[in-house]
């Protein structure tokens, strides 16, 4: 079973002419690597190479998310922690008050976190599911999502033997 934990993502979102998802809102917003802004390199590289990604490609604590969002407060760019869960009970992290249930994606999160759902396919199967996503561009269960990366992967569609998880993805909210 794959562990929770935390990422360190953009506030915003960058979108590719033609994207069909406008809304998105989920773990494919890691800062790019290298920076291209001063400000944020020191954080960027302690973020790539200090060990404080596990191999999940997670962060394991909100001690170590809250000490790297500190680091990037340097940026112009606004940055975010968010929670990762790969359970399939949402309910019990909606509970807490500092966790804001945003949806559910579908990654590869232990390498850039790509996202199919940010990326959205133009296969005309995968319409169907447009209309299933939530405020935030992400699905509202796991049962859907899971639905949604069955049905990419049984079309081949882009890279459909990646690595890809459904996660659950929370926003945290830091007082």
């Given amino acids: ?27 494919d917003r890691l800062p790019q690597y290298p920076s291209n802004i001063l400000s944020e390199r020191e954080a960027n590289e302690f973020y790539v190479f200090s060990g404080v990604r596990l191999d999940s490609g997670l962060i394991e604590t909100l001690n ?9 407060e340097k940026s112009p760019r ?9 359970d399939d009970d949402q309910k019990q ?17 232990s390498g850039d976190c790509w996202s199919i759902v940010k990326d959205y396919p133009c296969h005309q199967e ?10 935030n561009g992400l699905f509202s269960n796991c049962i859907v999502a899971r639905k ?3 049905d990419y992967r049984s079309q081949k569609l ?16 830091v007082k």
């Fill in 148 to 150: 949604y990366l069955m």
């Fill in 93 to 109: 992290y909606e509970q807490e008050g500092h966790l804001l249930f945003l949806g559910v994606d579908v990654a590869s999160i």
């Fill in 64 to 72: 170590q998310a809250t000490d790297l969002l500190k680091m990037f």
């Fill in 158 to 173: 882009n890279d459909y033997d990646f690595p890809f998880e459904v996660i659950a993805v929370y926003r945290f909210n």
């Fill in 78 to 86: 606004k940055y975010e922690i968010l929670f990762c869960s790969f």
């Fill in 126 to 135: 995968m319409k169907k599911y447009l209309p299933l996503l939530n405020e």
């Fill in 1 to 27: 079973m794959k562990t929770n934990g935390y990422l360190i993502v953009l506030d915003t979102v960058t979108y590719n002419k033609g994207t069909l998802n406008i809304l998105y809102r989920g773990v």
